[in-house]
């Protein structure tokens, strides 16, 4: 592999390497469901820090995907330092725990939006463990602990990663089935935390336990991307059976690979919108208790017997959607929701016994949440008091994994209508589907017989035409190890 490569072109081919190596002629035919997520065990929050999103996939990939297991993610800016944050503050406070940040709006709280996802993780997939993923030169670490020098401090983190552990460990949640207040110390197996390395001008990062700076077991060593910023500031749904689906259509479409911000809500756009009552009286949320616009909302006061939920989570996105636009200078929204969603059948029908199988609530909550944005980009952003515009897509995951484009403004990256996909990021998903993801990326395969000699019998040998969508010529055999660069 050239040495002179991008760390983005690095990424894109190591996600080519892991695909089967039989390519199988023919037409594409998808076929099968999404498997069900039963088998969900452990609550994964990191940040969202596009420059670590290889890595981070790569160990959701070899942790829990190739076990057959699967993980709820939740993302907060600074990750565990992010889970301690309580409020607003001009100032910073000094020392180790960060309870206040400009980088929270007024009012709202990071730590309120953590935990309920917690609750819903636990509700909804018995999750009984937590994986708590920070890395260095993290500029919410900066903005809000005090942090120089780029963020080498392995000790901040480890101090943020100890706040956070025992605040969950004696916080009360409610069990899973049973309704009952159950310390987080007696629901939780394991709180475990790890970070990825590297200075700002490395091309590389390790990841370590965040304990005492150890290599993690086994070593997970990847790519790393610049701080050249992102395009698209994604939001996805924490229900890990779509999740996969939408992973694979991030890391292979082309313009979107390893530059997104990734933002995840349980509902994802209504998760956010159930926050507010009104466009008019956007951004200020809800009052607590208060169900807003959803009179049918059993979250949001206290009804389903898991605590009153979702007033933190629309501001929480919105204050990301803010960082994501100071620090990696994004220019478009893309939304993924899903059929057959949990948040939406509490939400708008008060009951997990009601159906979400049409399109039509999911494009109406994805239009209003594009409102909210267009408000908020115009005067309401706190971080950046210059007007601006962001394009927006809206997608619909459906329940065979079909991905559906239902908003275009046609702005921004230009994507076609539809598209399907799978990865073996969360759930191990048929080959058929891995290749399609394959086919849709930078690259296109076949496979041909390897004929070396005119007479040798090739019966079972075979490798791979690989042709690179830029000026290479077409239908050029190459070794699997090698790339057509111009």
């Not at 005119?454 to 090698?482: F, H, M, V, W, Y």
């Amino acid at each position: 592999m050239p040495l002179s490569l991008s760390a983005g072109d690095m990424t894109r081919i190591r996600r080519l390497e892991r695909v089967t190596k039989v390519i199988p002629n023919g037409p594409f035919s998808y076929s099968s469901t999404l498997p069900n997520n039963s088998i969900t065990r452990t609550f994964v929050l990191a940040c969202i820090d596009p420059r670590f999103a290889y890595a981070l996939e790569q160990y959701l990939d070899q942790t829990y995907a190739q076990g057959g297991s699967s993980y709820d993610l939740f993302i907060l800016a600074g990750a565990s330092m992010g889970g301690n944050l309580t409020g607003n503050t001009a100032t910073p406070p000094p020392g180790n725990t960060v309870p206040t940040c400009a980088i929270v709006s007024s009012g709202n709280n990071w730590r309120v939006a953590l935990k309920n996802h917690i609750q819903v993780a636990i509700t909804l997939h018995n999750v009984t463990q937590i994986v708590i993923i920070d890395h260095l030169n993290c500029g919410a670490y900066v903005a809000c602990n005090g942090a120089t020098g780029g963020d080498q401090n392995r000790q901040l983190h480890e101090d943020q990663f100890d706040a956070l552990k025992a605040y969950i460990n004696g916080e009360s949640f409610f069990a899973n089935t049973t309704g009952t207040a159950t310390l987080g110390s007696v629901i939780f197996s394991t709180i475990t935390g790890y970070y990825f390395d590297g200075v700002a001008a490395d091309d590389s990062t390790n990841m370590r336990n965040i304990a005492d700076g150890s290599l993690r077991t086994p070593p997970i060593s990847e790519p790393k991307g610049t701080n050249s910023g992102a395009k698209v500031l994604v939001l996805g749904c924490i229900d890990p059976r779509y999740s996969a689906v939408m992973t694979s259509f991030l890391t292979q479409y082309k313009g979107v690979q390893f530059i997104y911000d990734l933002f995840i809500l349980a509902g994802a756009s209504l998760g956010a919108n159930q926050s507010y009552t009104t466009l008019s009286a956007f951004p200020a949320p809800r009052a607590v208790g208060n169900r807003g616009s959803y009179p049918n909302n059993v979250l949001a006061d206290g009804a389903a017997n898991i605590g009153n939920l979702g007033r933190s989570w629309g501001p929480t996105f919105f204050d990301h959607l803010s960082v994501a636009r100071l620090l990696h200078n994004i220019s478009e929204v893309w939304v993924f929701d899903h059929l057959d969603c949990g948040a939406y059948k509490l939400i708008l029908s008060g009951t997990t016994n009601a159906f979400d199988n049409t399109n039509g609530p999911h494009i109406t909550e994805m239009e209003k949440l594009k409102k909210f944005i267009d408000k908020y980009t115009n005067g309401y952003d706190p971080l950046n008091t210059s007007q601006y515009s962001l394009a927006f897509k809206g997608f619909i995951i459906g329940e065979t994994g079909r991905i559906e484009n239902v908003i275009n403004d046609e702005d921004g990256i230009k994507i076609e209508t539809n598209w399907f996909g799978s990865s073996r990021i969360r759930n191990p998903a048929s080959t058929q589907t891995d290749l399609m993801a394959f086919r849709r990326a930078d690259y296109i395969t076949q496979v041909q017989p390897l004929d070396m000699t005119a007479n040798q019998n090739t019966t079972g040998i075979s490798q791979q035409n690989l042709t690179e969508l830029c000026g290479c010529s077409s239908k050029t055999l190459l070794p699997r190890d090698t790339i057509c660069r111009t």
